[in-house]
């Protein structure tokens, strides 16, 4: 065999060797792919599952701290009641506010991102400078989502322990170790 032959030769044999090493990490791919899938499925199904349990306590929440409040306001109110309401209220709004200013110092920042981006050479950068400030836009509403919804438990826990304190052995929840009463006792 001359050199030029061996040099072609050689060249297929990596080639041939770099296309099965391809095709193998392909296929452990796949294969771990299909592992996992049963226990994502398993996962997805939980998840589900779980919605409606955890919308179910929400709901049993609000029901127990309307029918208290109403209690509350059926056995009158004092000026202190008046007075622990707004002061409820007062520290609501506080937190909205400290929220609401995250939420625009957030896209204030990805504004400023937005604006220091450079010029793009390649597609691939063009594309990866795009779908990162579209993952961070995703991150600004997961973000306030989850701290308003936070904010919003939070409220129905402190007002139910407040309702708790209030209203003694008249409470919905005066006895009852319910999530609530668990949460108001501790």
């Given amino acids: 065999m001359n050199e030029m032959t061996l040099t072609s030769a050689l060249a297929e044999q990596t080639a041939a060797s770099r296309a099965t090493a391809a095709t193998m990490g392909a296929v452990t791919a796949a294969a771990a ?46 000026p202190e009641t008046w007075r622990e309401l707004a002061q409820m209220q007062q520290a609501i709004v506080e937190r909205l506010t400290l929220q609401q200013q995250s939420w625009m110092q957030g896209w204030a920042a990805w504004n400023r991102e937005r604006a220091e981006i450079r010029g793009a050479n ?49 409470s919905s929840t005066a006895g009852v170790q319910t999530p609530v009463a668990s949460v108001a006792r501790a």
């Fill in 33 to 78: 792919v299909q592992k996992t899938a049963s226990s994502a499925r398993a996962a997805a199904v939980q998840d589900t599952l779980k919605m409606p349990v955890l919308l179910g306590g929400w709901a049993a929440r609000s029901a127990t701290n309307g029918i208290d409040t109403a209690r509350l306001f059926a056995f009158g109110i004092n």
């Fill in 122 to 170: 390649t597609v691939t950068k063009l594309v990866e400078q795009e779908f990162n400030l579209i993952a961070q836009i995703g991150q600004l509403f997961i973000d306030q989502t989850t701290n308003l919804i936070a904010l919003q438990e939070n409220i129905e826990v402190s007002y139910a322990y407040w309702l708790n304190q209030k209203l003694g052995a008249l």
